[in-house]
C-alpha cells in the first residue's frame, strides 16, 4: 500500500504560481503512474494530470493545458505540479493519486486507487 503526503498549497494572486509536492512511501516509486486531481467546493474530483510510471508520458485536463506541468524526482520518490498562470476557478483541494497498477501509463483516471491527504489551493481575484 502506498502512502502519499502532498504539501506546497497555499494562497496565491491571480497570474502567479505555486508548485505542489506529493511524497511517496511505501511501494517502488518508479513501478506505478501517479496523477493530480482537484476538488473544489461543491464539486465532483475532477482530474488535472497524470505522468506514466517511467515518465516517458504526460496527460492533462484540458483546463490547465499549457499552464500546468506534472513531473516525478525518482531520487526523492516526489511528483511534482508546477502551475503557472493560476486563476480564480483553479482554486480546490488538489490531491495526488497513484495507480493502482504498475507500468501504467496513468491515462485513464479510472486507474487511480491511492490518494493523498489534499492540499489547499486558493487563487484570489
Known amino acids: 500500500q502506498v502512502q502519499l503526503v502532498e504539501s506546497g498549497g497555499g494562497l496565491v494572486q491571480a497570474g502567479g504560481s505555486l508548485r505542489l509536492s506529493c511524497a511517496a512511501s511505501?511501494?517502488?516509486?518508479?513501478?506505478?503512474?501517479m496523477g493530480w486531481f482537484r476538488q473544489a467546493p461543491g464539486k465532483e474530483r475532477e482530474f488535472v494530470a497524470a505522468?506514466?510510471?517511467?515518465?516517458?508520458?504526460?496527460y492533462y485536463a484540458d483546463s490547465v493545458k499549457c499552464r500546468f506541468t506534472i513531473s516525478r524526482e525518482y531520487a526523492k520518490n516526489t511528483v511534482y505540479l508546477q502551475m503557472n498562470s493560476l486563476k480564480p476557478e483553479d482554486t480546490a483541494v488538489y490531491y495526488c493519486a497513484a495507480d493502482r497498477l504498475d507500468y501504467g501509463l496513468g491515462k485513464d483516471p479510472r486507474d487511480f486507487g491511492s490518494w493523498g491527504q489534499g492540499t489547499q489551493v486558493t487563487v484570489s481575484s
Open positions: 511505501g511501494r517502488t516509486f518508479s513501478s506505478y503512474a
Open positions: 505522468i506514466s510510471w517511467s515518465g516517458g508520458s504526460t
